[in-house]
């Protein structure tokens, strides 16, 4: 089983940056698909960003213009770049993996890591 482990999240100001990483314990080129998924109190989880092996980027209509998604193959890690943080973007934000190994599909998920945006 694939093990997803994010880092970067954190406390800042509202129009401020911050860089998640996601690490993945299996090579990331191989995955079909991950992405990055955020949930906030009281509220459901809802896609930010998702990435197809060989596919362009897709994202929430909340952050376009805002968050890039990449991947680092080098690192074997997955990247979402967050500029021009808002209040609303307060949330958990998860790591997603959509795998095929040994004939067998499966969803893999981070801990998650606490994006806070506060003045």
């Known amino acids: 089983q694939v093990q997803l482990v994010e880092s970067g999240g954190g406390l800042v100001q509202p129009g401020e940056s911050l860089r998640l990483s996601c690490a993945a314990s299996?090579?990331?080129?191989?995955?079909?698909?991950m992405g990055w998924y955020r949930q906030a109190p009281g509220k459901e989880r809802e896609l930010v960003a998702v990435?197809?092996?060989?596919?362009?980027?897709t994202y929430a209509d909340s952050v376009k213009g805002r968050f890039t998604i990449s991947r680092d193959y080098a690192k074997n890690t997955l990247d979402l770049q967050m500029n021009s943080l808002k209040p609303e973007d307060t949330a958990v934000y998860l790591c997603?993996?959509?795998?095929?190994?040994?004939?067998?599909?499966?969803?893999?998920w981070g801990q998650g890591t606490q994006v806070t945006v506060s003045s």
């Open positions: 997603n993996a959509d795998i095929t190994n040994g004939g067998r599909r499966y969803n893999a």
């Open positions: 299996g090579s990331i080129f191989s995955f079909n698909k």
């Open positions: 990435v197809v092996r060989y596919g362009t980027p």
